[in-house]
């Protein structure tokens, strides 16, 4: 419907000789903060310079020439045109669009470019804690938002299996934990990282033993120590497989630290011979300084190298091998820095692709009582986390209903991830979470389990609309039916603006925002058994598709009963 208003402000403006072109136009349209504001308004102050007039002069000039065959009412108020859109060509135009295109309502079918979105970046041998749940849940749903909005995604996981940690966890568990079974629990294995990590810290010295071992690694000289390697990470490997499935997250590639040394070393070698890279006490850096990104170091004085020159090997591996057209990276809002200067390097290096690489900065998630370290073991284990939500999930069920084991459970498992994700998808992606979970498991209010509800609450009427006069009108559509029907309308824009932003955070609120006009409506109007009921279910029934694709881009899946 955005369009409309587009075709008639284009049209007019030709007429008052202003040059603006669709998409400019488009911009400039607002949704007032009110429904008494109209549908839809547009802003004149940008013209008065060129038309040397008020901006309420022309706003009241542009709006008595626009054709009303379209609106119930077109009106200047002040500096804005505000657009009124008839109730009967919306809901007749809207709800039938939402029905016949279903799942694919919003989709934007022109294919665009090929796009790689590398997230989560796992470290074997670590815990996979809360904080890591917002990197994921972001990636993923970016992934889906641009994909629907009409890219080619490639969903990419870096993980580090080589590097100080992993020698640090293998350190230890040969020296103190070497007669324990090797088991795939990730708690397990955090908690053998944690004890190494408490170790070094009581006694530095011991340093010296876990950086021989890392070199070993490196060189793959001690087959004893490739072989607890190698079982190892695949017990972290498959333990975080298991973890993703539950998060509605995929990859279709994965990229590995170990893989990247060689390469890494021979683009070390091409940039320091072009005096890109430098020696300095030893080791291997790039100054950049005069850019105001300090020192990156690319190889320590021993000859190990350091994940800024993997990441160099990567980023050439993304392009040359995959004929990927952007490169998004969606990593810790700590690692800002690293990735600045990894930009500046392959910018020196004549990277061709240098234009082509997004960071996407996550900050952490905190408690109310501070923020968690996987080094110190001052952390929330994912697993540990994700059952006490269940717990509490269970409770807030069997308030409501008595139903069977296997389905409590579902049930629940599907809440507490609702919960969790939605939490950190609702928010800037730049800013810190305060995670509280009381608030976070409330059925009503910005929650995951609220949309849930909301969803399972409009399934419920229209599995009980059996029988009756199905008749439609589009005739005597009250305000908030209408106002409904609206934001339904605006769902593509939403989706578009979340995949031009890259803020999944706009799904999310719209989800909640249509949510609220639901409930309202439904608080207010019956619909079985009403004079309209036709329409009324078709109202029902597009707004639960519009939900549930709009909870799909965010990578949480509905509920039919709660």
Not at 126 to 140: M, W
Not at 366 to 381: A, C, D, Q, V
Not at 473 to 484: A, P, Q, T, V, Y
Not at 506 to 526: D, V
Request: charged share 35%; proline share 2%; hydrophobic share 40%.
């Amino acid at each position: 419907m955005k369009g409309l208003i587009v075709k008639h402000i284009e049209k007019e403006l030709k007429e008052l000789k202003v040059k603006l072109g669709k998409e400019e136009i488009e911009k400039l349209i607002e949704i007032p903060p009110s429904p008494e504001f109209g549908d839809y308004a547009f802003p004149c102050f940008v013209f008065v310079k060129e038309l040397k007039k008020s901006s309420n002069e022309i706003a009241k000039n542009l709006a008595e020439r626009i054709v009303k065959d379209d609106f119930e009412k077109v009106e200047a108020r002040g500096a804005y045109v505000n657009f009124f859109l008839d109730r009967e060509v919306l809901a007749n135009r809207i709800l039938k669009e939402i029905v016949e295109e279903k799942d694919d309502y919003g989709k934007e079918n022109r294919k665009k470019k090929k796009i790689m979105i590398e997230f989560y970046q796992a470290n074997t041998h670590k815990a996979f804690h809360v904080g890591h749940i917002r990197g994921t849940s972001l990636g993923e749903s970016l992934s889906r938002i641009l994909e629907f909005y009409g890219y080619e995604i490639i969903r990419a996981n870096y993980e580090g299996d080589k590097g100080m940690h992993v020698a640090k966890w293998i350190w230890c568990y040969q020296k103190f934990h070497g007669e324990e079974r090797l088991i795939e629990n990730e708690t397990w294995i955090a908690n053998v990282y944690i004890d190494a990590v408490k170790r070094l810290t009581e006694n530095p010295e011991l340093e010296k033993e876990v950086e021989e071992i890392n070199r070993k690694l490196e060189t793959r000289e001690d087959k004893t120590l490739n072989e607890l390697w190698e079982k190892t990470r695949n017990l972290s490997l498959n333990s975080f497989e298991k973890i993703y499935q539950e998060l509605n997250a995929k990859f279709d590639v994965y990229f590995f630290e170990s893989e990247m040394e060689e390469k890494g070393k021979k683009i070390v070698d091409k940039i320091f011979n072009k005096r890109v890279a430098h020696l300095s006490d030893g080791a291997l850096i790039v100054n950049l300084e005069e850019h105001g990104l300090g020192i990156w170091v690319l190889l320590r004085k021993d000859g190990t190298i350091l994940y800024s020159a993997k990441d160099l090997a990567l980023a050439e591996i993304k392009f040359k091998k995959f004929k990927i057209d952007k490169a998004i990276y969606v990593v810790g809002a700590q690692q800002r820095l690293h990735f600045m200067q990894l930009f500046k390097t392959l910018e020196l290096m004549k990277f061709k692709s240098k234009d082509k690489l997004i960071y996407v900065p996550v900050s952490e998630v905190r408690f109310p009582w501070g923020k968690m370290s996987s080094r110190t073991g001052e952390n929330i284990l994912y697993s540990d986390f994700k059952n006490e939500l269940i717990e509490y999930a269970k409770k807030e069920i069997e308030e409501r209903e008595k139903i069977g084991k296997d389905e409590l459970e579902k049930r629940a498992l599907r809440i507490a991830i609702a919960a969790m994700k939605y939490s950190m998808l609702k928010q800037d992606t730049d800013k810190p979470i305060i995670f509280v979970k009381e608030e976070a498991m409330k059925f009503e209010g910005n929650t995951g389990p609220y949309l849930l509800y909301s969803y399972a609450r409009a399934r419920s009427i229209l599995r009980k609309s059996v029988g009756g006069n199905r008749e439609i009108s589009f005739e005597k559509i009250h305000d908030i039916e209408k106002n409904l029907i609206s934001g339904l309308g605006r769902f593509p824009e939403i989706v578009e603006q979340a995949g031009k932003t890259l803020q999944p955070a706009l799904i999310a609120n719209y989800c909640y925002e249509i949510s609220k006009k639901f409930n309202e409506f439904y608080h207010l109007h019956k619909v079985i058994g009403s004079e309209n009921v036709g329409f009324r279910l078709l109202l029902v029934r597009g707004f639960t598709q519009v939900l549930k694709n709009g909870l799909n881009l965010l990578g949480i899946d509905v509920l039919e009963k709660m």
